[in-house]
């Protein structure tokens, strides 16, 4: 299925935040500087993403085998089969994201894309003192700062379009997810969601939407 032009330009605008980072300040870097340097690291996480995806694909058939052999224990049979899966998921999903990465190169040069990315990049980068106290204020035993890189850049962003640039909230939710399916992790994906589940019904509570 074809993705939309809103939906390239938000991976990309991630893929902008990525380069920034919360210690550093950017001054003498535009957003276009930025956008440039995403655009490198796209070669090398596909060649590394490609790599991780081959040992992964070797767990999962070794977990398979041991299954098998150890088909009498039960328990470590379902236990060995359980995480020969989750690698197998993992594969899968990077792989998704590898595939659609030369989409990404020519959609930066597409203007639509490009300038809804700077957009979304610049919402978060020029409000994000801001938008991290605003996530910190709906996390349950967590601190933002806790979180990795890629998990806060995906709640920023997905603050940003729900505070900043009103995007709908089925919209941001969605798409959040969706990054987070393909640059975190199981854990970071369920975490991403309960905090904007909260992020949105504070909003709500607020506006008296």
Not at 119 to 125: D, I, S
Request: charge should be negative; glycine fraction near 4%.
């Amino acid at each position: 299925m074809a993705r939309s032009s809103r939906s390239l330009a938000r991976e990309l605008a991630f893929l902008i935040l990525g380069q920034i980072s919360d210690k550093t300040t950017t001054h003498d870097l535009t957003l276009d500087d930025l956008l440039l340097a995403a655009l490198a690291t796209l070669h090398g996480h596909m060649r590394d993403a490609l790599e991780r995806s081959a040992q992964d694909l070797h767990t999962a058939q070794q977990h398979a085998l041991e299954s098998e052999l150890e088909s009498r224990e039960l328990t470590n049979a379902r236990d060995n089969l359980r995480m020969g899966l989750e690698k197998a998921e993992q594969v899968i999903n990077r792989l998704s994201a590898v595939l659609d990465l030369p989409r990404l190169l020519l959609a930066a040069e597409q203007e639509q894309v490009r300038s809804r990315c700077l957009e979304l990049a610049a919402a978060v980068k020029d409000r994000r003192a801001t938008l991290d106290r605003q996530l910190d204020d709906v996390m349950e035993g967590w601190r933002l700062a806790r979180l990795p890189q890629v998990d806060r850049n995906i709640l920023r962003l997905a603050a940003a379009e729900l505070m900043v640039l009103d995007t709908p909230v089925a919209v941001v939710c969605n798409e959040a997810v969706a990054l987070a399916s393909a640059y975190s992790d199981t854990e970071g994906r369920r975490r991403i969601n309960g905090i904007l589940r909260r992020l949105t019904a504070a909003q709500l509570a607020v506006t008296g939407a």
